[in-house]
């Protein structure tokens, strides 16, 4: 086994550029941090922490205004990629996004979905590529007729999981998760939770788990970065972080929780 | 006595390929005073119930059973008394409050407006109550909101300039469907502060609509769950935690992670919840359920009463749970 | 031969009158009337009593009779017959328009909404330079550059009707841009053409769809203004609107027959497309698909 961290993210900035007048925003300022291979890393943060940005810079949405991030040691650069280097990256990372409803196109099939990702990634033949679709489906723990629905044939939850098993077609290296439960029913949720614990044992996996629910984060994953501003402000093992919080902000999130006893404080005014 | 009493509430929506049933038997009371959260999934049927409350029913529902808010029944009221009840007696806050707030009007415009033509008010005498309400929800420089526009605030902000306008006539109850789901954690804090605060300073009685159980647990008084379009479970808070009746109650309380380990597997039940229309005879939470006997497949059971509350179970008197 | 390849397409059309109905009795009964008309326009030389081209100034301006069912205009020709000849140009001009347009409004649409930045700013101001000319203008400098007749006209309205389609198609792009599922079809590795071509474009097409049969009715009503100005279909070739022009000489003298026919023609034509337009439109605006 390597030390060779998966990803590497040095010193990664991203700023928006003002429009109509209005000043530029920093999303993301100065953020480093490391996933090592099989790892489960969490990136905490509310609204406007930068988490999504960071998030989206990794998979190549968006494109870095300065710093670098390593994938399996290889820098990507932020120029405009080619279509085999963007191929290539789809095998290495792939992202898994909070909004079960629009995250299928609604106009195809589930076998189609899948489908156009095997195409355009391995040379399988038409036989192949339906068994490889039936192991998917299998994966995310649906049943195979399910191949032939629509998106509006679907609950949330089956969506979600096709979501996953689109995003585990490629066979990446990391799984992006940006919020991934959080549009869930609460049953349900935990059903996909247990399920993405269930795929990481199987295969080993890594994941950048980003969410704004401590539980959640406390239930899947090892390593945790609290972001706020567009800055980390605290990074420890996930257990250490939320039992023993040492930034304000973070026990800031802690004691928003709630839960038996909690008694909200007023503690600012807006 | 009670403040409001929601008796065996049924509505049914009436759509082109048929009826559909959206609320099979909501059975709660709020005292006033009281803070009672009402918890459920998607298609339990709990945003229909606060709408029922305020009789703003999509058009072609019907209704069953009553609900009966300080002695008189919402349903039979007429339409004088309706708008009186509307604007004196209750208030209702939403999750998204960009959606209920007109964009190209002011702050000042929007809570003035209804104390205008409902107290009869002044203008400077409503501007100045409004300043103080914004005081009162925490925001700063408040006579300066009232001349902002909606869009230069954030979300947090404007649900307190909601709960502003909510209290601006004094009602005796609030209906809150969801108004911290779409906000950061440390905001819902201070939201769930301001309401409570504002609950004791004025005896305000709260029906508090969520999905997150812990969070109606912590904040409420009592708590009632529901699941299909009907109430399961209705029971003090304190004791709806550690103690649920209902098999369905206790899956929601197992299936959240808990922020102080990590549990092995979530104990998640099998299957999706269902909407009041799609309920099979018997019990609707059957299939999932597993304490189910065959009984349970055929026979509907209704809320009775058992220890501190009430529950809607044929076995809850054999099954002795507490969650771990 | 004529009577079998009539009577095939009338099964057919009352199988499919029997499911439009759920689009309610105004809608179904406009789509009756546009199929009427197309096939009026497809079988009109069986249709047409006599040659619409017959001249014979003994005629000239007849009141209805047993030989001219609605009369005969200025040189005496078959009303009737110039009436349902003239059904082609009333389809074909519209419906060349609204391809192209429709075509090359797609296409431009899309690629901006895709590039964004200084592709999509240089296209939408070209789309607003091209939106500002009438399109009456436009005909006339085609007719200068090109000479009359509707092949001008076509190729003017073309240019003219496509910032209409264009701009309707680009927003509905940029919203399904910025939906999750493209963003995952990015991070998969897909070309920006391939999920133009496979994502975007089916998801707008409704509404492309809808955009061009509304647009067929207003390019019916340009092109027969067109012909009414002299400057579209050329005479003798029978066309609603130059109809509707040469008619005024028997407007003056007591017989209106031949405007009247000829406007209330297009007039059914172009409220027929429009009201049948606007219900897709409705469905799709309102994501019935999804």
């Known amino acids: ?270 | 006595m009670t403040l409001l009493n929601v008796d065996h509430l049924e509505v049914t929506l009436r759509r082109r390929d048929g009826d559909r049933p959206i609320l099979r038997d909501v059975t709660f009371a709020i005292a006033p005073g009281e803070a009672v959260g009402l918890v459920g999934e998607s298609g339990s049927g709990k945003s229909m119930t606060a709408r029922a409350i305020a009789r703003l029913l999509p058009p072609g529902a019907r209704t069953g059973g009553d609900i009966v808010f300080d002695g008189a029944s919402v349903p039979g009221m007429g339409r004088t008394e309706l708008r009186a009840y509307r604007a004196r007696d209750i208030a209702l806050i939403h999750q998204d409050p960009r959606a209920h707030i007109n964009p190209v009007r002011t702050i000042g415009d929007f809570l003035t407006e209804a104390l205008r033509t409902n107290a009869g008010r002044t203008k400077a005498d409503a501007a100045e109550r409004a300043t103080a309400l914004l005081a009162e929800v925490g925001l700063t420089e408040p006579a300066h909101r009232l001349r902002q526009y909606p869009h230069e605030l954030s979300g947090g902000m404007l649900q307190r300039v909601m709960i502003a306008a909510a209290l601006a006539a004094e009602p005796r109850l609030l209906l809150a469907d969801e108004p911290t789901t779409a906000l950061d954690v440390t905001t819902q804090a201070e939201i769930m502060a301001i309401l409570g605060e504002l609950r004791r300073d004025r005896g305000l009685a709260v029906l508090f609509i969520t999905h997150d159980l812990e969070l109606a647990a912590a904040t409420c008084d009592r708590t009632a769950v529901m699941y299909a379009g009907e109430v399961v479970e209705d029971q003090p808070s304190a004791a709806l935690h550690a103690r649920p009746r209902h098999p369905y109650t206790t899956a929601l309380l197992r299936s959240r992670p808990t922020i102080e380990a990590t549990a092995g597997r979530l104990p998640a039940p099998p299957g999706a919840p269902l909407p009041a229309y799609e309920a099979p005879p018997g019990c609707a939470f059957a299939a999932r359920c597993p304490h189910a006997t065959p009984d349970c497949e055929t026979e509907r059971p209704r809320l009775e009463p058992l220890g501190t509350g009430t529950v809607a179970c044929l076995r809850a008197a054999d099954i002795q749970e507490a969650t771990p | 031969m004529s009577s079998i390849t009539v009577a095939a397409p009338r099964r057919r059309l009352f199988a499919r009158v029997g499911r439009l109905s759920r689009f309610g009795p105004v809608t179904t009964a406009m789509i009756v009337v546009l199929v009427l008309i197309t096939l009026v326009a497809v079988f009109a030389p069986w249709l047409a009593p006599q040659d619409p081209l017959a001249v014979d100034l003994a005629d000239s301006l007849a009141p209805p009779s047993a030989q001219h069912w609605l009369g005969a205009d200025n040189s005496g020709r078959d009303l009737l017959s110039r009436l349902i000849w003239g059904s082609r140009t009333a389809l074909i001009g519209p419906l060349a328009v609204v391809a192209v347009a429709g075509a090359a409004g797609t296409l431009i649409a899309i690629t901006g909404a895709w590039l964004g930045g200084a592709v999509d700013a240089v296209i939408s101001r070209a789309l607003d330079i091209i939106f500002a000319f009438p399109g009456i203008l436009l005909a006339l400098v085609a007719t200068a550059v090109l000479g009359a007749g509707l092949k001008a006209a076509v190729i003017a309205l073309c240019i003219g009707y496509i910032p209409y389609i264009a701009r309707i198609v680009r927003s509905a792009a940029i919203r399904e841009r910025d939906a999750p599922y493209v963003q995952a079809c990015r991070v998969q590795g897909l070309t920006g053409v391939a999920i133009c071509l496979r994502h975007l474009l089916p998801n707008v097409a409704p509404i492309v769809i809808a955009q061009m049969t509304v647009s067929f009715g207003y390019a019916l009503v340009d092109l027969a203004s067109i012909s009414y100005l002299g400057l579209g279909v050329q005479a003798p070739t029978p066309d609603w609107g130059a109809m509707v022009a040469a008619g005024q000489q028997g407007l003056l003298r007591g017989n209106p027959t031949e405007s009247v026919c000829a406007g209330l023609l297009i007039v059914l034509t172009v409220v027929a497309f429009t009201v049948v337009g606007d219900r897709l439109s409705d469905r799709y605006e309102t994501g019935a698909a999804r």
């Open chain 1, 1 to 270: 086994m390597t030390d060779q961290p998966l990803i590497r993210v040095d010193g990664l900035r991203k700023v928006f550029p003002g429009r109509h007048g209005r000043p530029g925003v920093t999303a993301v300022d100065d953020v480093s941090f490391t996933v090592a291979p099989g790892e489960s890393l969490a990136i905490v943060g509310e609204s406007g922490s930068g988490k999504t940005t960071v998030a989206r810079m990794i998979t190549g949405l968006e494109r870095p205004t300065a710093g670098t991030v390593e994938v399996n040691g290889r820098p990507r650069t932020p120029g405009h990629a080619g279509a085999a280097e963007r191929r290539r990256r789809a095998r290495e990372t792939q992202m898994v996004f909070q909004d079960p409803y629009g995250s299928l196109d609604p106009r195809q099939r589930v076998r189609d979905t899948l489908g156009e990702i095997l195409a355009l990634h391995f040379g399988l033949t038409r036989a192949q590529r339906a068994d490889r679709v039936a192991e998917l489906l299998d994966q995310v723990g649906l049943d195979t007729r399910i191949a032939a629905a629509l998106p509006r044939d679907m609950s949330g939850g089956q969506r979600q999981r096709v979501a996953i098993a689109k995003a585990l077609a490629t066979r990446p290296a990391v799984l992006v998760l940006d919020e991934a439960v959080a549009a869930l029913d609460v049953s349900i949720q935990a059903q996909v939770l247990n399920l993405l614990a269930d795929i990481r044992d199987a295969s080993g996996i890594t994941y950048l788990f980003i969410s704004h629910d401590l539980a959640v984060v406390r239930q899947v994953t090892d390593r945790a970065v609290v972001m706020r501003d567009g800055a980390i402000v605290e990074a420890n093992t996930t257990a250490d972080l939320l039992d023993h919080p040492e930034h304000p902000y973070t026990r800031l999130l802690r004691a928003s929780v709630p839960g038996p006893g909690w008694i909200p404080a007023r503690r600012k005014t807006a």
